[in-house]
């Protein structure tokens, strides 16, 4: 069941995604060669606690820390660790998240780490467009489809692919709620938009094919045939005035 959320509870969730956007500013400006993954991951947390927010992603389903780090052809859910070190060419993927006051934010954006390959700063900024794509047609009356469809046409135009086994989601009072949101799909299809739904959308486009493979630590996500990944997300409102971005600091 969809929870459709009042302009009081859009707030809360506001208020959480902007915890998010600072932190992930936070970890922005601490990546170059050399700094580890663990490092991000602490920076993180400390900012989310300072504001008063807990991190989510920590203990969720098991999950050990607070940010996802996912480098080169790791897709989603990658582990900090003090031994996975930034090098100059990397991309890598922060996911992260806040609870605050009973209510989630939740978004993603990737970085290039240094001097990058063009094919690498095209995939990021693909991504990163396709999201945008994909925000620009959630008004009330569109469909499910329409978003998933904004993606996967934008990406594959540019020949990459939209991962399937992974997908955007509600959120509110629990960080993954109904309705589940592809980002791949047919225009006019699925569940209709409304206002007051709160949507958290986040394309993951690989370089190659959109297969993909879990590592034995049973979170880390690879591209299956080795190919570069990004991942881009931010919340949205849906309103009667248009999408509205939570996780974006105004």
């Keep these: 069941m969809v929870h459709i959320k009042s302009h009081d509870e859009i707030e809360r969730i506001f208020e959480a995604s902007i915890i998010v956007a600072e932190a992930h500013d936070v970890v922005q400006r601490m990546i170059e060669p050399g700094i580890s993954t663990e490092e991000l991951d602490a920076a993180a947390e400390s900012h989310i606690r300072k504001r008063g927010a807990t991190p989510n992603f920590k203990g969720y389903q098991g ?31 922060v996911d992260m998240g806040a609870l605050f006051n009973g209510w989630h934010g939740d978004s993603a954006r990737t970085h ?38 904004a993606v996967q046409s934008y990406v594959e135009s540019h020949g990459f692919s939209s991962v399937r086994q992974f997908v955007g989601h509600g959120i509110g009072q629990a960080l993954h709620e109904d309705p589940q949101v592809p980002n791949y799909g047919k225009a006019g299809t699925g569940l209709r938009l409304q206002e007051g739904m709160v949507l958290a959308i986040e394309p993951m486009i690989n370089a190659g094919h959109y297969d993909v493979k879990v590592l034995d630590d049973g979170w880390t996500v690879l591209t299956a045939d080795g190919s570069l990944s990004a991942h881009w997300e931010h919340v949205i409102a849906i309103t009667s005035n248009g999408p509205r971005i939570l996780t974006e600091i105004p």
Excluded: W
């Excluded at 999950?63 to 890598?92: M, R, Y």
């Excluded at 995939?123 to 329409?146: N, Q």
């Design 63 to 93: 999950f050990p820390a607070t940010i996802c780090a996912s480098i080169n052809d790791q897709v989603v859910h990658g582990i900090p660790s003090k031994k996975s070190i930034l090098k100059e060419g990397d991309i890598i993927g």
């Design 112 to 149: 290039e780490v240094g001097k990058c390959s063009k094919l690498a700063i095209k995939l990021s900024k693909i991504t990163r467009d396709s999201l945008y794509k994909a925000i620009d047609v959630m008004i009330p009356g569109k469909r499910l489809g329409d978003i998933g469809y």
